[in-house]
């Protein structure tokens, strides 16, 4: 899976870092109101949000692991963006037995089976990290397309909350509470 330089190759996909020159296409991909439309309602989002809060993120190594950090989804063939991928720390005091798996897509990825199969391979890279007991995965309980991936990742319902946007690190929101609904918690035992 992993080809030792820092990538991850799967059937269809490569997995590498996020880097600086992917800022336009994390741009193009977070000024899509159909991609953002459970994220931040479609909000556009300024290049200079980008590059203050977004990029600085995902160029952080977020140190406790080489699994975690955020990755660029390529096709293998053309090598051609079509999103992201992440496993980071999860929860407040990131406790190093717990991770979050998170992804978005360009619309023209929908539908293939992108999202399963990058989720997938970090999951494996996730769980090859020993202390790693426990991922989770979080998205708004309408958002079924979502939900469906988790499922086919094998993810189970763990709870409905509210999040709390102003903690939002990955999108621009100008709002406390865009969403009628709750949010939704899957989880993924290493067992």
């Known amino acids: 899976m992993s080809d030792g330089v820092g990538r991850v190759v799967t059937d269809r996909l490569v997995l590498r870092r ?3 020159e992917d800022r336009l296409a994390i741009f193009q991909l977070d000024n899509d109101p159909e991609v953002m439309r459970f994220i931040n309602g479609g909000l556009e989002v300024p290049m200079t949000f980008i ?5 600085p993120l995902f ?3 977020h140190g406790a692991s080489p699994c975690f950090g955020f990755w660029a989804v390529l096709t293998r063939i053309e090598e051609e963006f079509c999103g992201w991928c992440c496993l980071r720390p999860h929860g407040a005091l990131e406790n190093p037995l717990e991770a979050s798996v998170g992804y978005r897509f360009s619309k023209d990825s929908w539908g293939k089976g992108y999202a399963t199969e990058a989720s997938r391979a970090l999951i494996e890279l996730g769980f090859s990290e020993p202390r790693l007991k426990r991922i989770v ?3 708004y309980g309408e958002n079924v397309t979502s939900i469906r991936v988790m499922e086919k990742l094998g ?3 763990v709870r409905r909350f509210r999040v709390d946007l102003s903690d939002q690190q990955t999108a621009l929101v100008d709002a406390d509470d865009l969403w009628e609904s709750d949010d939704v918690e899957y989880e993924l035992l290493r067992d």
Do not use: E, R
């Not at 590059?51 to 990029?55: H, V």
């Open 137 to 139: 995965a979080t998205t």
């Open 51 to 55: 590059d203050d809060n977004i990029m």
């Open 155 to 157: 993810f189970s319902f």
């Open 18 to 20: 996020i880097v600086p």
């Open 59 to 61: 160029l952080d190594d």
